[in-house]
């Protein structure tokens, strides 16, 4: 069975960081790309961030440059380093792989506000 338990998440001011973490369980992690995912109020879940098998890393426009995504096979652990945020990243931040499987956790809340 499909776990994904997402952490790391808070309250942080305009401009400031975060480093998020998926631990997946029942699914084969190494040789599966996976993504983060958010949605925000009102909003449909949009993907952010994608690691592939062999590390090539792609990101939604609206983060490029400020979102690091990175991953560790042995520790079954995806991990999402955010800088740089805005208002507008504000959002329940979900891990699954790419394309996502029809499970979900919980997710993790980042609200940024001042």
């Excluded at 062999?54 to 990175?70: E, L, M, Q, W």
């Excluded at 979900?104 to 940024?112: A, C, E, L, R």
Aim: positive net charge; hydrophobic residues 35%; charged residues 15%.
């Amino acid at each position: 069975q499909v776990q994904l338990m997402e952490s790391g998440g808070g309250l942080v001011q305009p401009g400031g960081s975060l480093r998020l973490s998926c631990a997946a369980s029942g699914i084969m992690f190494s040789i599966n790309a996976m993504s983060w995912y958010r949605q925000a109020p009102g909003k449909q879940r949009e993907l952010v961030a994608t690691i592939s098998t062999n590390n090539i890393k792609s990101y939604a426009d609206p983060v490029k440059g400020r979102f690091i995504i990175s991953r560790d096979n042995a520790k079954k652990t995806l991990y999402l380093q955010v800088n740089s945020l805005k208002s507008e990243d504000t959002a329940v931040y979900f891990c699954n792989s790419f394309p996502p499987e029809d499970i979900w956790g919980q997710g993790t809340q980042v609200t940024v506000s001042s």
